[in-house]
C-alpha cells in the first residue's frame, strides 16, 4: 500500500515544483523517506518474524 500513495504523489510533486520552492524541498525529503521505508521494510518485517515466538 505505500508505494500506491505518498511516493508517487512525492515524484510527481517534485517534478512539477520548481527547485527553490520550499515545497519542493519537502516533497523530496518525503519521496526519499519513503525510497527509504520501501527498501528497509522487507528486512525490518524479516526481523520481526524472527523475534516472534511460535504459537
Not at 5 to 15: H, I, K, N, Q, S
Not at 34 to 50: I, K, M, T
Amino acid at each position: 500500500m505505500l508505494e500506491r500513495f505518498p511516493l508517487p504523489l512525492a515524484e510527481t510533486g517534485v517534478a512539477t515544483t520548481a527547485s527553490g520552492d520550499p515545497v519542493h524541498t519537502r516533497l523530496a525529503e518525503m519521496r526519499d523517506f519513503y525510497r527509504f521505508l520501501l527498501a528497509e521494510l522487507p528486512g525490518l518485517l524479516h526481523r520481526w518474524e524472527q523475534t516472534r515466538t511460535p504459537r
